[in-house]
Every structure is written in structure tokens, then in C-alpha cells.
């Protein structure tokens, strides 16, 4: 006898159609649905997509999805299979089927039947109807399911039904008739985990956050109505919307694709936990197996070309930014992603273009294009230019629609004007615009610059406002600022385990060149050495620093100087040199900053021994 295991089935996608509902009773429209996905989702190799699907709908949210529809979608998506299941009179009973069929050919694959002898045994039944489709996708058969309470999604019809509308309308956005309905579910059931889940996450929607946390301990106290592959959804949610716990949340999306790795939310949600944290490369890699294994989903496409711009693989995110413009030339991100590779190759001119060409799209969009414009010009020291392009922008009370760039205009402004040596200037257009800045990143770039101007306790207010942040993001950017307040203050050591702290929190790139600039003034070169190099390793976080897609790319410049002033302290004067003519070559001839003159001087020395 062969006693080897079985190869595991291939991993399979699915896309669930909407019940074809012939009883006459409305009721049974959608509260079959849930149990059937739960059911269906126990097999590990088995990923289900549904109407509540949002990445798979680009403009209509939660559209109804009957098996026409359905099969129009999985073959857009290349998503493998539909299933679409039926319940009907059968005298006094019900008979239930489900057909799973190929999208490229609308040809059936298998059908499986059962039947319920009344609205009791409806649910028990399309448990039964999940393991058989498990079964027929290659699932070992002869198990039943570990419980009832874990497989049916509420405890009866009426639970059930109510939970569904309550995740329909949480789908649309209309979070209140979503959780008014996951009350009744509950009402109904109250040992209802899931309805207890979607409540909470809506109330965080609602930025109801103490009302929340009620409800998620009653997620925590509901765990066993779950089933294996909801709790560790669950609790990876629970970890990082209740207690921001995001390590906590990690490892269970971790232990959650390891365990089912077809898991797509999971996954999703994973690569997102990855971004927010800045470890780019493990984003980009959970993210490129979605894109691999759903090569027509356009959102995976873009978060693929996005996640690898932050990355540093700007090739990558080039090449797929040119494809996704093919499939949607409406679309505006592909042409920063391309800027950014054009920027990263020294290829100012061409990345000069494609924020050109993206200006043409929308009012958003030629914001967007002038603050990449404007961020070019700041990389080359061109002053003056960056001032004549944001005169030319719309005001930070017109049509772009976005506060984020209305506030980096501001303070891009306030840059250039110190460039031109002008920081009186800079400070009033500053302090001007402080009251109004609501965000950690314009908090803490309005910090760093009012830092470089000297004006310390201004700096130090905006300290005291990131700190009353209830986030580690806040904590982060508040240590990070008021490092360079410490370093300003020649407090080298209480610069070092701010920064050090800061880095703890959230490890960004900010947060690394400060601490190289504090070790290279503090004389500690070859630590020094070591914050630039990983700097320049993650040049892609550079583009957009605070990962919101507004260019950031001008920050790079200074790296090179640091690095050739820290080498050519440890006696690398070649390849000090080749620095400090790289940061030159990025300038314009008429840049007269500090910066510039210091590198000019610099190379100058070097090269006359």
C-alpha cells in the first residue's frame, strides 16, 4: 500500500452568487448566504469572494450579483469559479443545490443537492450543501462540522437574515442602519459573535471608540460562535482596532494565512498592517501574491505598483503603473509611481513629464502634478521656480480638494523661502497656517522646518500637541520632533534616545536620517555611516514619506551630502567625492542655501589635495 500523503489541493477562488430564491419568501434572499460562506471557507485552499467583496467593485458598492452578473465579474476579475446556489419548494420541504461553474465557458463543473424538511433545518441544511461543495473542490470528506454555533451564521432565519442586511448595508457605507441591525441579530441571537464583530467595527466607523469597545469585549466573549478561520479574523481586528496592538495583529493574520492560504481578506489586511509599519518589503510581498494569484483585479494591481514604489523597487512599480494606466487612463497614482523611478534614475525631465500629463486629469490631479513639481524643484535647490509654481497652483481653498496638499503647499512655500534666504518669511507663513494643520505629517513637517529657523519653542508647542495623540504614530512623530529640537539644542544624547524611542514606535525614515545627523555631529561617524546607508536603502519611503501619495522626493537630496561628509571624516574621500558630486548634480547652478555652498566648499578641499 502507498502510504505517502496526498498532494493538498490546489488552491481555488471563488465568487459567490447571489441564492436564487424561488420559495416566494423574501425573507431567504440573503440570510442563507453566510452560513454558506462560513461552510465553504473551512477548507483551507478554498478563498471566497462576495457581494460585500469591495475590492472587486470599482464604482458600484455591494450590486446585486446573480449568476449572470456573477460570471461577467469572476471572468473580469480571473477569479477560477461562481457558485450559485438555488432553494425551492419541494411539496412541504425546501431543496437546496449549488452548481460551481467556469467563467471562461459558463460550463457546470459539479452540482450538489440536499433538502430541509422545514425553516428549522434550513440552516443545519446549507451547512450540509458547504461541505459537500467543499468535498467536490477536493476537501477531505466524513467530517462534520466542528459545531453547529460554528458553521451557521446565527441561530435562526430570522438572526440570520438580519445579520446579512446589517453587513449589506455596512458594505454601502451607511454604518448606522448597519449597526441598528446587527442590535436586532443580537436581539435575536444573543450569543451572535459576528453580529457582535460587525457592531463594533461599524462604531469605529462612527469614531464611537468607548462605545466600541463594549462591543468588542462581547467579540472576545462570543469566540467559540466562530469558526477557526473567523477568530483569528477576529482577533487580528480586535488587536488592532481596540488595543493598537499591531504586532498582536500581525501574528495572528500570520497564523491566519498559514492556516488557510487562500485567505485573501487576511492577506489584504496583512500587507496593510506591513505598509502602515514601514516594513515595505514584507507589504510588497503579501500583496504580489494577490496580484499574482488575481492577475485582472485591478486593485490588487495598483496596490502592487504602490507597495512597490515605497519598497524601493522602482522598475517593478513603473512597469505595472504603465499597465494599470492601459486598463484605467483615468487613473492619477501610476503617473507619481512613474515620476518616482524616473526621479530615482536622475531622469528629472521625464518625471517633469509625467507630472504633466497627470495634471490633465482632474482638478485633484493638477494639485497633485503641482506639488511634484514643486518637489522636483526643491530637489534641485530651484527655489524660486518651486515659489512660481505654487503661484500658480489653486489656492489651498479652491478645488483641489484635499487638505493634506493644501498644507504641504504651505509649507513648501515656507522651504523654498528658506532656500532663498528669506526665513523671516518662512516663520509667518508657518505660524500662520500651524492653527490649522490637523494632521501628525503636517504637524511634524511644520515642526522640523520651524527647527532649522530657530524658532525652538514653537517647535516645542507642537511637541506638546503630538503627545495629547493617542496613537503610536503620534508618539512616534512627537519623539522624532522633538529629537531634532534636542540635536538643535546640541543635547546629543537626549537627541539619541528620542530618536531611538521614535524609531521603537514606528521605524520610519525620518526618524533614521535625524539620528544619523545626531551621531555625525556628535562625532560618532560610523554610526553615522550606518543611519545613512539605511536611508539610502530605503530611498523608496523618500517618495511619499508619510505614505498619503503627496511627493516628498526633495528630502532625499540632503542624504547625499551627509553621506559625503560622514565618509570623508572616515577618510573615504572617493567615495565622499562621488556624494557630494551626486547631491551637486541634483542642484541648480544658481542654488545659493547653505547646503549647497557647504557641498561646493567641500568637494573643493577634496578635490585640490
Not at 521 to 546: I, N, P, S, V
Request: proline share 3%; with cysteine; aromatic share 8%.
Amino acid at each position: 500500500a502507498n502510504n505517502a500523503e496526498a498532494a493538498p489541493p490546489a488552491l481555488a477562488s471563488v465568487l459567490m452568487a447571489d441564492w436564487t430564491n424561488s420559495t416566494g419568501d423574501k425573507s431567504l434572499d440573503y440570510a442563507l448566504q453566510p452560513t454558506l460562506i462560513t461552510g465553504i471557507e473551512r477548507a483551507p485552499f478554498i478563498g471566497v469572494f462576495s457581494r460585500n467583496s469591495t475590492e472587486l467593485f470599482r464604482d458600484n458598492r455591494n450590486p446585486p450579483l446573480d449568476e449572470k452578473a456573477a460570471l461577467e465579474l469572476a471572468s473580469r476579475e480571473g477569479i477560477q469559479f461562481i457558485v450559485a446556489a438555488n432553494i425551492q419548494p419541494d411539496g412541504d420541504a425546501y431543496a437546496l443545490s449549488a452548481r460551481a461553474i467556469t467563467p471562461q465557458d459558463g460550463e457546470s463543473v459539479f452540482e450538489v443537492n440536499t433538502t430541509a424538511q422545514s425553516n428549522d433545518e434550513l440552516l443545519p441544511a446549507v451547512a450540509e450543501l458547504a461541505q459537500l461543495i467543499r468535498e467536490e473542490f477536493g476537501d477531505s470528506p466524513g467530517e462534520e462540522p466542528q459545531s453547529s454555533s460554528t458553521i451557521l451564521v446565527g441561530d435562526s432565519l430570522l438572526s440570520a437574515g438580519l445579520y446579512a442586511s446589517a453587513d449589506a448595508h455596512a458594505s454601502d457605507g451607511d454604518w448606522e442602519q448597519a449597526i441598528e441591525n446587527y442590535a436586532k441579530a443580537i436581539d435575536a441571537d444573543p450569543g451572535f459573535g459576528m453580529a457582535y464583530l460587525g457592531w463594533a467595527l461599524s462604531l469605529q466607523q462612527l469614531n464611537q471608540l468607548e462605545a466600541s469597545k463594549l462591543q468588542w469585549q462581547e467579540v472576545l466573549g462570543n469566540l467559540e460562535s466562530l469558526s477557526e478561520r473567523q477568530r483569528y479574523r477576529a482577533l487580528a481586528l480586535h488587536a488592532a482596532n481596540s488595543e493598537s496592538d499591531y504586532e498582536k495583529a500581525t501574528a495572528n493574520y500570520d497564523l491566519l494565512i498559514e492556516n488557510y492560504p487562500a485567505e485573501v481578506v487576511g492577506r489584504s489586511e496583512l500587507g496593510s498592517l506591513h505598509f502602515e509599519a514601514h516594513r515595505f518589503d514584507q507589504a510588497f510581498t503579501q500583496i504580489a501574491v494577490l496580484r499574482d494569484r488575481y492577475p485582472s483585479n485591478l486593485a490588487y494591481q495598483a496596490r502592487y505598483a504602490r507597495y512597490a514604489m515605497y519598497a524601493g523597487e522602482f522598475e517593478i512599480s513603473s512597469q505595472q503603473a504603465e499597465k494599470n494606466l492601459k486598463r484605467d487612463p483615468e487613473s492619477v497614482l501610476p503617473y507619481l509611481q512613474i515620476a518616482m523611478a524616473k526621479l530615482a534614475r536622475g531622469e528629472i525631465s521625464t518625471a517633469e513629464k509625467s507630472y504633466r500629463t497627470m495634471a490633465r486629469q482632474d482638478p485633484l490631479a493638477s494639485s497633485l502634478a503641482i506639488t511634484g513639481r514643486v518637489d522636483i524643484a526643491l530637489l534641485q535647490g530651484n527655489y524660486a521656480a518651486a515659489i512660481e509654481l505654487l503661484d500658480s497652483a489653486q489656492p489651498a481653498s479652491g478645488t483641489s480638494g484635499n487638505s493634506s496638499i493644501a498644507v504641504h503647499h504651505n509649507i513648501y512655500r515656507a522651504i523654498a523661502l528658506h532656500g532663498l534666504g528669506d526665513d523671516t518669511a518662512a516663520g509667518k507663513r508657518i505660524e500662520a497656517i500651524l492653527p490649522t494643520i490637523d494632521k501628525v505629517s503636517g504637524l511634524l513637517v511644520a515642526g522640523q522646518l520651524l527647527v532649522t529657523l530657530g524658532e525652538l519653542e514653537t517647535a516645542k508647542s507642537i511637541v506638546a500637541r503630538l503627545n495629547m495623540r493617542k496613537s503610536n504614530a503620534g508618539t512616534a512623530e512627537a519623539d522624532l520632533l522633538a529629537g531634532a529640537i534636542a540635536l538643535a539644542e546640541a543635547r546629543f544624547v537626549d537627541a539619541v534616545d528620542l530618536l531611538v524611542a521614535s524609531i521603537a514606535d514606528t521605524d520610519t525614515w525620518l526618524a533614521r536620517f535625524t539620528l544619523g545627523q545626531t551621531y555625525a555631529l556628535a562625532d560618532y561617524q560610523a554610526e553615522a555611516l550606518g543611519e545613512f546607508k539605511q536611508c539610502e536603502d530605503r530611498l523608496g519611503e523618500a517618495t511619499a514619506l508619510f505614505l498619503d501619495d503627496i511627493p516628498t522626493f526633495h528630502y532625499s537630496a540632503p542624504l547625499y551630502l551627509w553621506l559625503a561628509k560622514t565618509k570623508q571624516q572616515l577618510g573615504m574621500s572617493r567615495e565622499a567625492t562621488a556624494d557630494y558630486e551626486r547631491y551637486l548634480d541634483l542642484r541648480v547652478a544658481t542654488d545659493a542655501s547653505q547646503l549647497t555652498i557647504d557641498a561646493r566648499t567641500r568637494l573643493e578641499k577634496i578635490s585640490s589635495r
